[in-house]
């Protein structure tokens, strides 16, 4: 960053565009300037052969130019990234000159270079930074007000300026960015503010427009095979912001929509968990009591066998009877009780499967158990359709062992009997 100064991207593109000559990077009246030195060299040109007079040219053009920008190498304006302490002086001198005529870029990068110089006193260290800052922040008022000054400004964030100057110049950037349409770059240079300022003053502007951002980057199109289209970094967005700058304002509606786009993507689980994380962290948000319904809906969505997962089938049970114990009354509530409705023949249709089962491998207790367990489901959900079915299989069944009573008894302890005493053998001491 240091050889390119403050100069815009554009003009580093510019640079880089055309590597075989200076075509791309001076015009004819550049090269012009050096045909009063070469006639002076004495020398016929032809003698110096191709690769000399190439050289020659390149740095007597250079040299002789005065328009050359000063990040250019060999220009009469060059400035460098750092100076010694003997070259401050007139370093300063430099940059008011500058700022007289208000050349702001040049002022700038000459403080830069000199607050890198060791061994300054201190009122010259602070004449260095007071100057750099008044350059800087007459840029960034000046840029400010230019459509195209987006660019330049979002390169102010990546030069080493004091957090106030490189924040302000980060946000204008953003603004300018916004103002044409170019979201995903306001968001680029805002990250970049958060990576190199992790606590800087301004952390609930940048969080704001950030969301703004990533909300409308996500409902983009789907575009042209992929291509031509912001969804794919609106989500990118989002995701950064609800982990990184959860006091976004609109923060909530960041979770909703990254739930309904991975609901759309069929990304289940990520669809549940940002409905959660809406509930849990915006408990009074407008958005929490759909949210919280959506969330057991989800689950029933994922599920596409009631043969499997009747854990997840049972927890969206609960769910929805939790949320009509909170929410009964509202709009939402006759789509929640359908969804109950749903879970309740799932569980009925899951114990009936089981029930079968017990009844091939003649296990009557098992296959009664499971079937009056689905009856009583099928009458919650109001099926009676299910509840008849049901009834006529339990009709059918063998009838069912009772079950085991387990011996309660308490074991009495009984003494042992004592062995009868054995006559001493003869001649034995008592």
């Not at 990040?71 to 700022?99: C, E, F, M, R, Y």
């Not at 170019?182 to 300022?197: C, H, I, N, Q, S």
């Not at 004592?418 to 003869?426: F, G, N, R, T, V």
């Given at each position: 960053?240091?050889?390119?100064?403050?100069?815009?991207?554009?003009?580093?593109?510019?640079?880089?565009?055309?590597t075989s000559g200076l075509r791309s990077i001076v015009c004819d009246s550049v090269l012009r300037c050096a045909v009063t030195p070469l006639r002076k060299l004495g020398t016929p040109l032809r003698k110096l052969g191709p690769p000399l007079i190439t050289l020659v040219v390149i740095t007597l053009a250079l040299s002789a130019c005065a328009s050359i920008p000063g990040w250019v190498p060999l220009s009469p304006n060059h400035i460098p990234s750092s100076l010694d302490a003997d070259q401050v002086p007139g370093a300063i001198t430099k940059a008011n000159d500058a700022l007289s005529r208000d050349d702001t870029a040049t002022a700038m990068d000459w403080m830069?270079?000199?607050?890198?110089?060791?061994?300054?006193?201190?009122?010259?260290?602070?004449?260095?930074?007071?100057?750099?800052?008044?350059?800087?922040?007459?840029?960034?008022?000046?840029?400010?007000?230019?459509?195209?000054?987006?660019?330049?400004?979002?390169?102010?964030?990546?030069?080493?300026?004091?957090?106030?100057?490189?924040?302000?110049?980060?946000?204008?950037?953003a603004e300018l960015y916004l103002k044409q349409d170019e979201g995903v770059d306001a968001y680029r240079v805002l990250k970049l503010l958060d990576t190199k300022f992790p606590l800087h003053f301004e952390r609930q502007r940048a969080a704001d427009i950030m969301c703004d951002v990533g909300l409308v980057a996500i409902q983009d199109g789907p575009g042209f095979l992929g291509f031509f289209t912001h969804r794919d970094e609106g989500i990118a967005i989002l995701e950064y912001v609800i982990?990184?700058?959860?006091?976004?304002?609109?923060?909530?509606?960041?979770?909703?929509?990254?739930?309904?786009?991975?609901?759309?993507?069929?990304?289940?689980?990520?669809?549940?968990?940002?409905?959660?994380q809406l509930v849990l962290n915006h408990p009074g948000s407008p958005l929490r009591v759909q949210a919280q319904a959506q969330v057991p809906h989800l689950r029933l969505?994922?599920?596409?066998?009631?043969?499997?997962?009747?854990?997840?089938?049972?927890?969206?049970?609960?769910?929805?009877?939790?949320?009509?114990t909170m929410f009964s009354g509202t709009v939402l509530e006759p789509k929640v009780?359908?969804?109950?409705?749903?879970?309740?023949?799932?569980?009925?249709?899951?114990?009936?499967?089981?029930s079968h089962f017990y009844e091939r491998v003649d296990n009557p207790f098992g296959a009664h158990r499971h079937a009056e367990r689905a009856l009583e489901e099928a009458k919650d959900a109001g099926d009676e359709v299910r509840m008849k079915d049901i009834q006529t299989w339990l009709d059918g069944l063998p009838p069912?062992?009772?079950?085991?009573?387990?011996?309660t008894a308490v074991p009495v302890a009984i003494p042992a009997t004592p062995a009868p005493a054995q006559p001493a053998p003869p001649g034995a001491k008592p």
């Amino acid at each position: 960053m240091s050889r390119f100064q403050t100069h815009t991207s554009a003009e580093r593109r510019a640079v880089r565009r055309d590597t075989s000559g200076l075509r791309s990077i001076v015009c004819d009246s550049v090269l012009r300037c050096a045909v009063t030195p070469l006639r002076k060299l004495g020398t016929p040109l032809r003698k110096l052969g191709p690769p000399l007079i190439t050289l020659v040219v390149i740095t007597l053009a250079l040299s002789a130019c005065a328009s050359i920008p000063g990040w250019v190498p060999l220009s009469p304006n060059h400035i460098p990234s750092s100076l010694d302490a003997d070259q401050v002086p007139g370093a300063i001198t430099k940059a008011n000159d500058a700022l007289s005529r208000d050349d702001t870029a040049t002022a700038m990068d000459w403080m830069r270079a000199a607050s890198k110089a060791t061994g300054l006193p201190v009122e010259t260290r602070q004449e260095v930074q007071a100057l750099l800052e008044k350059a800087s922040q007459r840029r960034i008022d000046v840029l400010s007000h230019d459509e195209d000054g987006a660019d330049a400004l979002a390169d102010m964030v990546e030069l080493d300026l004091p957090r106030e100057i490189a924040v302000e110049a980060g946000l204008a950037s953003a603004e300018l960015y916004l103002k044409q349409d170019e979201g995903v770059d306001a968001y680029r240079v805002l990250k970049l503010l958060d990576t190199k300022f992790p606590l800087h003053f301004e952390r609930q502007r940048a969080a704001d427009i950030m969301c703004d951002v990533g909300l409308v980057a996500i409902q983009d199109g789907p575009g042209f095979l992929g291509f031509f289209t912001h969804r794919d970094e609106g989500i990118a967005i989002l995701e950064y912001v609800i982990l990184n700058a959860p006091w976004a304002k609109r923060g909530d509606e960041a979770y909703r929509s990254l739930s309904q786009r991975y609901e759309y993507d069929g990304e289940w689980d990520l669809s549940v968990q940002r409905a959660q994380q809406l509930v849990l962290n915006h408990p009074g948000s407008p958005l929490r009591v759909q949210a919280q319904a959506q969330v057991p809906h989800l689950r029933l969505l994922s599920i596409k066998s009631p043969e499997y997962d009747r854990d997840a089938i049972y927890q969206a049970r609960g769910e929805l009877e939790e949320w009509l114990t909170m929410f009964s009354g509202t709009v939402l509530e006759p789509k929640v009780r359908i969804d109950l409705g749903d879970a309740l023949r799932r569980l009925s249709d899951n114990d009936m499967i089981v029930s079968h089962f017990y009844e091939r491998v003649d296990n009557p207790f098992g296959a009664h158990r499971h079937a009056e367990r689905a009856l009583e489901e099928a009458k919650d959900a109001g099926d009676e359709v299910r509840m008849k079915d049901i009834q006529t299989w339990l009709d059918g069944l063998p009838p069912a062992p009772p079950p085991a009573i387990p011996n309660t008894a308490v074991p009495v302890a009984i003494p042992a009997t004592p062995a009868p005493a054995q006559p001493a053998p003869p001649g034995a001491k008592p």
